[in-house]
């Protein structure tokens, strides 16, 4: 049987968290458990009464995403981990084709690119990611920008065992530092070359609201994990 896949979808007031919940029901992979982490939502609720009996819904006092998505992983049965932001999308092929490349290159952790959309779902930007020919070229990008989009990884559950959750420190820029910890542990981000999700940008989403907030956030991972990732490429 194939192995089982936990997408984890935090959730907080969101509109679009319908469309995302209804992406993860869509997948073509068939062994899926999705989990909606609440974290502490005052509207919209009531956009997610309609799946109840097809996900696993938990509730918590609001704590940010990085407590949320932790919450979904410490309650997961899969030995996968995906997440998706409430505000974006999955193709259906996306856990599919993800797991395929896993399981056939042998990957705990990988990413792919995504298109950036609307409010309307109309794509504005195709590939908006970089793209890679091999993990010496992932590496070289971490001391440029975080190259990773968070929504488009598939990460094994027993990783995070090993080197720990998101980090609540960080409240929007926590998968920036987790991959960090991911690499300097020694263990390789592999990338495959499709846009499996939508990401979406809009007025209301915590990038496009609080630039100046994430970019603190950046500056303080990268003077920390930088040098470390500098120094474990050495011994390689």
């Not at 993860?24 to 509207?43: M, R």
């Not at 992932?138 to 975080?146: A, P």
């Not at 979406?200 to 990268?222: A, N, V, Y």
Request: charged share 20%; hydrophobic share 40%; proline share 4%.
């Amino acid at each position: 049987m194939e192995p089982k896949v936990t997408i984890i979808i935090p959730f907080y007031n969101c509109p679009y968290v319908d469309q995302a919940i209804q992406s993860a029901l869509n997948q073509t992979y068939q062994n899926v458990e999705i989990i909606v982490v609440d974290d502490g939502s005052t509207i919209n609720t009531d956009r997610i009464i309609p799946f109840q009996e097809k996900i696993i819904y938990l509730r918590k006092e609001n704590g940010g995403t990085a407590t949320a998505l932790n919450h979904g992983i410490g309650s997961a049965s899969g030995e996968y981990i995906a997440w998706l932001s409430s505000d974006d999308y999955f193709v259906p092929e996306k856990i599919a084709k993800q797991m395929t490349f896993m399981l056939n290159n042998n990957a705990e952790v990988s990413f792919t690119n995504f298109d950036i959309i609307d409010q309307n779902n109309q794509v504005i930007t195709p590939f908006c990611g970089l793209r890679f020919s091999d993990i010496k070229e992932v590496y070289k990008q971490f001391f440029i920008l975080n190259p990773v989009n968070g929504c488009t990884v598939i990460m094994k559950k027993s990783l995070f065992e090993q080197i720990g959750y998101f980090n609540p420190v960080h409240r929007y820029t926590h998968d920036y530092e987790m991959w960090f910890r991911v690499l300097i542990s020694g263990h390789k981000m592999d990338y495959l070359d499709e846009a499996l999700t939508k990401f979406r940008w809009h007025e209301g989403s915590g990038t496009s609201q609080f630039q100046p907030e994430i970019k603190k956030e950046m500056e303080l991972i990268e003077s920390c994990f930088r040098p470390m990732l500098a120094e474990f490429l050495k011994q390689q």
